[in-house]
T-cell receptor
């Protein structure tokens, strides 16, 4: 079985500051890793994904994440945030077997203020 | 390409009433998922379909929840009777399963409030 722990439930930052949202996972099998963003009253949108290869993954809206196998972490980063980045961010994993469901963390609320 | 469609977007019912949600996946996507997202938590899988067959319904409260996917396209999720703890956003997602990582595409969700 897999589990995902997002270490911060809320992260307040000022506009143009860097941000890191932390995610640790646990799994007995190989997994794919994802970050999703959810804006108010909207569905989930994929930010980025990690399958294999380079441990630094770049996504949309200037976000990137680094996979660390030894620490079983997949932290999300952005060097300079905007007000529009205010949203809920979810880390998720799925087994590499086709068609398996996503296992989500509880989410991190990123609040960007001016 | 049209995304995953869900209706209604919002629904308020009293406990012990019944309710149904509808999902239309992206055209050609054989796999369909229903997730429940309770406030303050991440989405949790309720049921997964492959075409019109159930792949995983281990976390579906079968005494009150039911789901079907007739003809392998649209799907309906029903709750009867509803309880207060069923208040949540119900997300539908679909996937093509052609190549890794078998990305799932999510609809906007249905926000259910049970009073």
């Amino acid at each position: 079985a897999q589990s995902v722990t997002q270490l911060d439930s809320q992260v307040p930052v000022f506009e143009e500051a860097p941000v890191e949202l932390r995610c640790n996972y646990s799994s007995s099998v190989s997994v794919y890793l994802f970050w999703y963003v959810q804006y108010p009253n909207q569905g989930l949108q994929l930010l980025l994904k990690y399958l294999s290869g380079s441990t630094l993954v770049k996504g949309i809206n200037g976000f990137e994440a680094e996979f660390n196998k030894s620490q079983t972490s997949f932290h999300l980063r952005k060097p300079s945030v905007h007000i529009s980045d205010t949203a809920e961010y979810f880390c998720a994993v799925s087994e590499i077997r086709a068609g398996t469901a996503l296992i989500f963390g509880k989410g991190t609320t990123l609040s960007v203020s001016s | 390409e049209a995304g995953v469609a869900q209706s209604p977007r919002y629904k308020i019912i009293e406990k012990r009433q019944s309710v149904a949600f509808w999902c239309n996946p992206i055209s050609g996507h054989a796999t369909l998922y229903w997730y429940q997202q309770i406030l303050g938590q991440g989405p949790k899988l309720l049921i997964q379909f492959q075409n019109n067959g159930v792949v995983d319904d281990s976390q579906l409260p079968k005494d009150r929840f039911s789901a079907e996917r007739l003809k392998g396209v649209d799907s309906t999720l029903k709750i009867q009777p509803a309880k207060l703890e069923d208040s949540a956003v119900y997300l539908c997602a679909s996937s093509l399963l052609v190549q890794p990582p078998y990305e799932q595409y999510f609809g906007p969700g249905t926000r259910l409030t049970v009073t």
